[in-house]
Every structure is written in structure tokens, then in C-alpha cells.
């Protein structure tokens, strides 16, 4: 048995942005009956970054750990529901293809289901991959419905996420913490005092208030105000593989039909997002400021719209990385002030929660125990690497070559990691999944086969199967989620009979 270590009893949190929030009512539920206290801090003077609207299925694990009832927040945030992503123009223009979330296909006596359909291609069969993937149909039909009402069909173990007004998750959430007696606290840090050991031991507030706490977690947002300014921690960029630095974001209005998935565009200098909501759509494009310079951004994306902008565009940068110490000593950070990465497969919010499940695992005694962050930031730096090659995959296999941008991107230094993963799937399309991906296989074989990057040849052990009975099998899984698919409501009834937003005021 090592030493003992003394429980902490005092949590403070700077930051009431989501990334503060679901911290919130992440440790608000774990100490709801205790004598652990939890404190929030937020600024009146700095507001919230205010985007942040899609999300991966796991929010929606997120939502119902925390015990919160799926539809009224669904309602509450004007929320709509999301199959996955349609990348538009990436790899040429003129040509998209969808990355959905769940699996495709099933495997047939142990074969992987993506050697099977790729030995079903080799004999000429030309039903693309995601007719297998029921999110990428019901994507495709726009419809939608919840899972566990479709027992024993195909489509009884869909995944989906949501889109959501990210200013109204954090109300959302604040009201939802605070009854589950975390106290909210209005007013500005002005200074971080540490102790001798450089541990962290109070906040002086604007007017002189002090918090004292016995850990903190940092959601001050891009500054890091505690893991930055004050423990300097430092930061990895990862400009040279991402080197998009600025986004403009604007607000349109709502468009006749709500799609239940994102679209990302690639543009000139990037790629735009529009993410639809209940009342209004979120847009925005991602850019690299040494390709394209703001105002011509702003104009390229105000005439993309759709629908009628409601607001003025709004420019935010950003460096790609994350600190080289997510945890220092008493400080965990949390959301922007841990690092970046562009929102094109929406995991910003998801490592949040991925932070915290760690940070549970890994929990601390008030001694912050340096082998416990270590193994913390070892595991979340693994984290980003993951994502990070991800979001590559999808510049460095462009076959564009029309602005500098997309020809600047494929002569782009590549991650050795994703160099690896790539010569490996280009041999028989063999992937590398680690323990704690949360890209599986099937995101990986989505943009690939989106990319237009095949294997050379599939694994010969499926020969083994009789092949008239395997063409069989595909054709008949084909059409049951067909079938069942059709059989659903659309995005837009769904929504408006299990849970419509109420109108603003
Ligand atoms: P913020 O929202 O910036 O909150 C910072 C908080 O700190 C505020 O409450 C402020 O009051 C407080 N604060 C600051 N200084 C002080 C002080 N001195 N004293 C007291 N309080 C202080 N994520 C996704 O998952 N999906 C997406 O689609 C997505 N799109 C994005 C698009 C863009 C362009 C950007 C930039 C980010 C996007 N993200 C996305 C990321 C997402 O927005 C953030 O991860 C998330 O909103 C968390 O923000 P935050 O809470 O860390 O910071």
C-alpha cells in the first residue's frame, strides 16, 4: 500500500462556457450526496465563445449519465439531431460523400464486413459502402427516429448526436448543475495566488473576493488564465499538419427543410460549416489566414448562405495543438484553455467529457500525485494524436489542386502515425484501431473510401466463402435497411411532435 493521500473536499472551476458546465454537472453528479464542495467562477466581463453546435453520439451518453432528460433539452437548446457529416467538394469538386456515425454492414462468419464488400466489388457488385450503413440511408432520406423503437430491425442500433445552440447549453446545463448543489459564483479572476510549491490555493476576484480551493479546473476559454498565465504550461501547436488558424462564423436563418446531418464544404482556403438548429442555422469557415485574409473569408461565406444572415460575421483565431500539461499540479484544464483542434468532426466538446472520464479514472488526492497526471496526460495526448491524424486524413487525400490552399495540402508534412496507418490500408485495407479510439474502423473506411483512397487488393481469407451466398446475404442486408429506413418519420415530423423548441422570446 503507498502513503495515504487526504480526500480534496473543495472544487473550483473558472469558466462557465460548456466546457465549465459539463464539468459541472459531470462532478456535480458524482458528489450530489457528499461533502465535496464544487464552485463555479464566471466573468460577466468575458462572455462565453458562443459556438460550438455539433456534437458526437456521445453527448448523448453524456446527456443521460448526467440523469437529464433527453427531449427537454433537446427543446431547451433548440437542438435538432445529427446522422453524421456530408463533406462536400473534398476530395474533387462537384463530389461529396457522407461519414456517419455506427457501423457498417455486419461481419459474415467472422469476416470483417469491409473485406467482404470489398471482395464483392472486386466481382463487379457496384453498391457503394454506405447503402450498408443505416445512419448514411436515413441521413440520405433525411428521416428520423429513436433507436429503441426499432427493435429487431437493422436500424435497432443507430447511432446519432446533436446540433445545439451552445449559448443555451450553457444556461442549460448552469441551471441543471446548480440543482445538483454546485454554487455559481458571478465575477472576474484577477489574480491566481500559488503557494511556495506553485500549487494553486486561491482566486482574487475584481472587488477583492477570494476563493480558496483545493483543485481547479481551467474553462477560462483560449487564455488559459490558471494552466497558462499563471503555470505556464506551455503549448504543442500543430499548425504545420492543420494549418488552418482563423475561423468566421454568422448566424442564417432557418430553412424550409432541418437536415438531420452537418454539412462541411470544402472552400478556396478551407472549409465551411452549416450546422441547421430548430429556429436558425450555424455557419462558419475554417480558413488559413496566410491562403485567404478575413474580409474576403467573410464575403465567401456570406455568399454561400442559404438562407438570410441574421447577424454580422464574427472572426475567431486559433492555433491547432493542445498544452504540453493539460494537468499541472491542482489544475486540470478543460475545453479551449486545453487545447485546439478545428471543429471539422465536432470533438471539441467530446473532449471535454473524455478529459473528465479520465481525470475520474485517474482521481486524485489532494497530493495531485505526479505518476496519476502523467498517465492522465499521456493517455489524453494519445487522445488528440488520434483525432488529429483523423482530421488530416481528410486534407491530405484531396485530389484538388485549384487554389494554393488544396495544392498546399497535398504536399503537407503527414504525422508519421497516419503515414503508418495509410501504407498499412493501402495494402489490403487493414486499419490500426487502438484500445481507446474513438474513431473506429468504419469513420476510417467512410472518408477513405469518400477520399477515393482504396486498398490495393482485399484479404484473401474471404474466398473462403461461398460467394453467390455472400452476394445473397449483402444484397438482402441492403434492402432491409432500405425497407425500414422509408418506414420512418422525417427529421422535421420527428422533431415536431417529440420535441418542438419552445419560441424565444
Ligand atoms: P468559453 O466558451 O470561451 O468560456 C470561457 C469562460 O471563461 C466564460 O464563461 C468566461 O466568462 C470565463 N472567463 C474568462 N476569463 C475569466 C476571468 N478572468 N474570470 C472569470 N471567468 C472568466 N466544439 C464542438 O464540439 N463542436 C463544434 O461544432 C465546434 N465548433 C467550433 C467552432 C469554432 C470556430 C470554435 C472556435 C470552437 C468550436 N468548438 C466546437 C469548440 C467549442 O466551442 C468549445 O470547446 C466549447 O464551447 C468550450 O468552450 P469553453 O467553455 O472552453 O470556453
Not at 291 to 307: K, P
Not at 401 to 424: I, V
Not at 484 to 492: E, I, L, R, T, Y
Request: aromatic share 10%.
Amino acid at each position: 500500500m503507498g502513503e495515504q493521500t487526504t480526500p480534496i473536499k473543495r472544487f473550483v472551476i473558472v469558466g462557465g462556457g460548456t466546457a465549465g458546465w459539463i464539468a459541472a454537472t459531470t462532478l456535480g453528479r458524482i458528489f450530489q450526496h457528499s461533502d465535496v464542495s464544487i464552485e463555479l467562477v464566471e466573468s460577466e466581463q468575458v462572455g462565453v465563445i458562443g459556438v460550438g453546435e455539433a456534437t458526437v453520439p456521445l453527448f448523448v451518453d453524456f446527456l443521460r449519465r448526467s440523469g437529464i432528460d433527453e427531449a427537454d433539452f433537446i427543446r431547451r437548446t433548440q437542438a435538432t439531431f445529427k446522422w453524421g457529416i456530408e463533406f462536400v467538394d473534398w476530395r474533387r469538386q462537384g463530389e461529396s460523400y457522407l461519414h456517419t456515425f455506427g457501423d457498417i454492414g455486419r461481419s459474415i462468419d467472422g469476416h470483417d464486413f469491409y473485406q467482404i464488400w470489398l471482395k464483392a466489388r472486386a466481382q463487379g457488385d457496384p453498391t457503394p459502402l454506405l447503402d450498408h450503413s443505416p445512419e448514411a440511408v436515413l441521413a440520405s432520406q433525411n428521416k428520423f427516429y429513436l433507436p429503441f423503437k426499432a427493435a429487431g430491425t437493422p436500424l435497432a442500433n443507430v447511432r446519432y448526436a446533436l446540433h445545439l445552440d451552445a449559448t443555451l447549453v450553457s444556461r442549460y446545463l448552469s441551471e441543471y448543475a446548480q440543482s445538483l448543489g454546485v454554487k455559481r459564483t458571478v465575477g472576474h479572476v484577477q489574480e491566481v495566488q500559488k503557494n511556495d510549491a506553485g500549487y494553486i490555493q486561491s482566486l482574487r476576484l475584481e472587488g477583492g473576493q477570494r476563493i480558496e480551493g483545493e483543485f481547479f479546473i481551467d474553462c477560462s476559454g483560449f487564455q488559459g488564465l490558471l494552466i497558462e498565465q499563471s503555470l505556464n504550461a506551455g503549448y504543442e501547436s500543430w499548425s504545420r499538419y492543420l494549418p488552418c488558424d482563423r475561423a468566421v462564423t454568422v448566424p442564417s436563418a432557418k430553412a424550409a427543410v432541418t437536415t438531420a446531418h452537418t454539412i462541411a464544404t470544402a472552400r478556396a482556403a478551407g472549409w465551411s460549416w452549416r450546422i441547421p438548429l430548430q429556429q436558425r442555422h450555424g455557419n462558419g469557415y475554417v480558413y488559413a489566414s496566410k491562403f485567404i485574409g478575413d474580409e474576403q473569408a467573410a464575403r465567401e461565406l456570406l455568399a454561400s448562405l442559404d438562407t438570410e444572415p441574421l447577424a454580422e460575421p464574427r472572426v475567431i483565431p486559433f492555433t491547432s495543438g493542445i498544452r504540453r500539461k493539460v494537468w499541472d499540479k491542482n489544475c486540470l484544464a478543460l475545453g479551449l484553455a486545453q487545447g485546439f483542434l478545428e471543429p471539422l468532426e465536432s470533438t471539441a466538446i467530446h473532449l471535454v467529457s473524455k478529459s473528465l472520464a479520465h481525470f475520474i479514472r485517474f482521481f486524485p488526492g489532494t497530493d495531485c500525485s505526479e505518476r496519476l497526471q502523467r498517465e492522465f496526460n499521456r493517455r489524453l495526448y494519445q487522445d488528440y494524436c488520434e483525432i488529429r491524424d483523423f482530421l488530416v486524413l481528410h486534407y491530405c487525400t484531396t485530389e484538388r489542386s485549384d487554389t494554393p490552399f488544396w495544392r498546399a495540402c497535398q504536399q503537407m508534412e503527414m504525422p508519421d502515425s497516419l503515414a503508418d496507418k495509410l501504407s498499412l490500408f493501402r495494402e489490403q485495407g487493414n486499419l490500426l484501431p487502438g484500445v481507446e479510439d474513438f474513431f473506429q474502423p468504419s469513420s476510417w473506411q467512410m472518408v477513405l473510401t469518400g477520399m477515393g483512397v482504396m486498398p490495393a487488393h482485399y484479404n484473401r481469407t474471404v474466398d473462403a466463402l461461398d460467394y453467390s451466398a455472400l452476394a445473397r446475404s449483402l444484397a438482402a442486408g441492403k434492402e432491409a435497411i432500405g425497407k425500414a429506413a422509408a418506414m420512418q418519420p422525417s427529421h422535421d415530423e420527428f422533431i415536431n411532435t417529440y420535441c418542438k423548441a419552445e419560441l424565444r422570446e
